[in-house]
């Protein structure tokens, strides 16, 4: 009975985590302007609870008797492993002091008020010092937890496991070498027409196409819902009730689309894992304090990238439903035919917003943020040298002058939610997601399948290899028994090279 | 420091409950349907979660050394008041199985939707079983918390502390004495004309004059906001974040309009406790698990009903707003004057749902549940015979006879989500508000205001009697500090009784 009495008490800490998460759904898509300040102490409350029941003296009991009786079992087994990560997990929430993740959640929690006030008025100073103590309580955080080579792996962890301040410099070498020049060449050719893109759309018929949309690709209402809000997301309260946002720009029609889509991407993720794990080790981040499925911040970006990209950029996704954006906005795109509509969705050229970025210099927003935090987290960069920085990376990488600091470094809402050592994730994501994408399409039914516009093999090959896994493996030991290797930006390099140069080939003019 | 300390302590308490009250809302209002078997599972650990928090041994520590820290304060002072009642909790809870609360949470989330089924196909039996554990449980816990004289004073106590089913059997004879006979006596008079409340009303201009009508009588949307649902509730998440709902009937407007106005009275109270209490004892009911600033079920229905119906349905209050109820339905409203439409939403006569009573056979619609729930719990009623004691007391109270099981003993949510006990709140917020609102109308100012339309002095009198104190004192103390006397049904009766002699006297013909 200790394994099956530690399983209960991790359903328990599961609930916890839920309501948490539910609050925090509740605080972006429903409560009135007059809750936030009470809701902080709830959030905080909530995560200290959830870490006080990990370290707790019971847990640590259920837990020493949970190894004894499951000693016997196969290493690998999934009573081992959901054992293995609760004790990774009481050993990580050991050493971060409570006080430190009440005042985290607390400031967290204000800051985003005070960030986004600050951002309203491109002013940066407001922010400031907001800032400044959400970066000492995570190097405080970074220290508590401990490291071998850089305080900015210790915050990584929770998001990124395996992932390292060096081991990105590795990667991101690669996909600077290769993204670069690609965006450089750009730069010389053409533009293809994209214009209609910001005609007048109105809203209900934008939320009605996301909607078919999400559930073209697999996204399952009845154990979902999709909202409005100002950065859309995704969050989930168990497989059964995971919701999505999008946002709607009235006269920039992909906002809403590519948004549902990339949202319904990580909706999916949630939805597939085994119900077998439902409560369990391997559907709650015990580390990250985080009630979710899937394996990392990384993997679970795989998800929504290939799903708003690789699939959802496609020219044969729009093969089969152009007919239906045509119906749903007859009169924006009476005069478009597929393949403008498709190159149009594509275009690439340097901007400022991390959010409005294309596929192809997208990386580059989420690189010079990595930089930067890690500066930031080490201390050779102060905040209030922080716009400076900023808009330095800004020309360095996309050769453009940033106008104010709402368009530059005030343009996230990561840092005053008090998340440090996440963004990585996106291009990890991305990189995750060219080689799932080019590995699943090495099956002749998936690849045919996908040809004719139906991507239900691939969802099944992605649930199988991926999504039903929940957090049992880690991300790499699931690239490796789905892909043979572990993460590797070849794939990802060698699509963004041949989508690019096929839209913007020699033979390619505008239209 | 220990009293400080203990009041923190309250704090996260009053967290967690608030934590509960989000995740039920959410349950009621925005969650999709394959939500619901992990939601009741979170729902219960949060109970769970905040009764170990009261029983704990931090807690008993704390509460000892804030007692010796306030024991030189004046009684009566907020120090001793607030950790008086945390002392109570505690002994309170101590009594209560941790075990039979979280069963008693489980079931009540899944017993709603057990019984939601039952209801729809009117199917008693499928119900039965669950409300036969639903009764025991409560049984279970009525004999943990103990009681003098019956096991329902136990199960009162939560909701409606200093009854009995003694006190109720004198209060309800008061009533029944003065209601019965002024029920026969309409039955043999003219209704007057309802034809026009019938007609189409579109739900948005439904929606919009509600919203507008709370706003009226001080509902505030910035702390608040008002959603669709199935069942119209109120609930606060504390003062800063009060919700309601309302209800709408296409071809019945008055559901919509006074289920706003009802439910706006409750948010009335919940937004005018004063801002001091928030988190504290005064603002949680730590005895029935709830995080609310209302001193009983009763004082807090003694608001709503107020709002509802000696304000809202008043010849002065549609002497002020009927242009304005006009305006939003003209066709429906054309050929209906004031005077009618006020007899209109006056009109009374025996019908067999409690939610959609009138103001005068509402109260004998509670006295019969409260005759069986008591049954139910002493045991000398069996879940089984319960249509059939159901029906026959509808015929007693109200003379007529019950179609199905869902017109009748399959009406009412409370038994299938657990509360068993809480039906007199409803008639004891009808007679404490007939005696708060004759009490205020004896000031010369808010008379003449309210003759003029004006409720707002009404408002800030209710609001220095009763609201602001949140649970300082009890609901007697209130009623005595502010009227002079206990619970008293006299000024409500003469109110029913002057009331509908008005409306149904000797020389009213139907018009």
Redesign the interface.
């Known amino acids: 009975m200790s394994y099956a009495g530690l399983l209960e008490t991790v359903?328990?800490i599961n609930?916890?985590l839920?309501?948490?998460s539910?609050?925090n759904w509740?605080a972006r898509v429903?409560?009135?302007?007059?809750?936030?300040?009470?809701?902080g102490?709830?959030l905080?409350?909530?995560a200290v609870?959830a870490q006080s029941m990990i370290v707790s003296d019971d847990m640590r009991r259920q837990l020493d008797a949970a190894e004894r009786e499951t000693a016997g079992l196969a290493e690998g087994s999934v009573e081992r492993g959901m054992v293995a990560q609760v004790r990774e997990a009481v050993g990580y929430h050991s050493r971060i002091p409570a006080e430190l993740l009440r005042q985290k959640t607390e400031l967290g929690s204000v800051g985003q008020e005070i960030w986004a006030t600050a951002r309203a008025n491109s002013d940066f100073k407001s922010f400031a010092p907001t800032l400044e103590k959400m970066v000492e309580i995570n190097r405080q955080i970074a220290e508590a937890i401990g490291y071998k080579a850089h305080p900015y792996d210790a915050l990584m962890y929770r998001f990124e496991p395996g992932e390292t301040a060096a081991s990105l410099t590795v990667l991101f070498d690669k996909l600077k070498a290769a993204i670069i020049p690609l965006v450089r060449a750009i730069g010389q050719k053409q533009q293809p027409r994209a214009d209609f893109l910001e005609r007048s759309y109105p809203e209900a018929a934008q939320l009605g196409f996301a909607v078919d949309m999400a559930k073209v690709i697999g996204y399952?209402?009845?154990?979902?819902?999709l909202d409005t809000t100002v950065h859309p997301f995704e969050v989930s309260?168990?497989r059964?009730?995971v919701?999505i946002t999008t946002r709607f720009n009235k006269s920039h029609m992909p906002m809403s689309l590519f948004g549902a889509l990339h949202e319904a991407g990580h909706g999916l993720y949630e939805q597939n894992v085994d119900p077998a794990y439902?409560?369990t080790p391997f559907a709650t981040d015990l580390v990250g304090l985080y009630a979710v499925g899937g394996v990392s911040f990384g993997a679970h970006e795989s998800q929504s990238r290939l799903w708003e990209n690789h699939v959802g950029r496609s020219p044969e996704f729009w093969a089969q439903h152009f007919p239906a954006i045509r119906a749903a906005y007859p009169e924006q795109l009476k005069d478009v035919d597929e393949a403008a509509f498709v190159r149009a969705i594509n275009r690439s050229r340097p901007s400022l917003i991390r959010v409005e970025a294309d596929e192809l210099t997208y990386d580059l927003h989420i690189m010079l943020r990595v930089d930067i935090e890690r500066q930031l987290v080490e201390g050779s960069l102060k905040v209030k040298d922080l716009p400076e920085a900023w808009n330095a990376k800004i020309k360095e990488y996309l050769g453009l002058d940033v106008p104010n600091d709402a368009m530059g470094v005030l343009q996230d809402v990561h840092w005053s939610s008090g998340q440090i050592g996440t963004f990585c994730n996106y291009t990890i994501g991305n990189v995750m997601a060219g080689q799932l994408y080019a590995k699943a399409r090495e099956t002749p039914a998936i690849a045919s399948a996908a040809k004719a516009g139906n991507f239900a093999p691939l969802r099944a090959w992605l649930t199988e290899n991926i999504l039903q896994h929940g957090r049992r493996y880690t991300r790499d030991e699931l690239l490796v028994r789905s892909t043979g290797r572990a993460l590797d930006p070849a794939p990802y390099i060698a699509y963004l090279t041949s989508k690019y140069s096929e839209i913007y080939g020699p033979d390619r003019k505008g239209n």
């Open positions: 359903g328990r609930d916890v839920n309501a948490y539910i609050l509740d429903m409560m009135p302007p007059g809750g936030s300040e009470t809701r102490k709830q905080a409350t909530l609870i399952d209402f009845n154990r979902g819902r309260f168990t059964n009730d919701r439902t409560r």
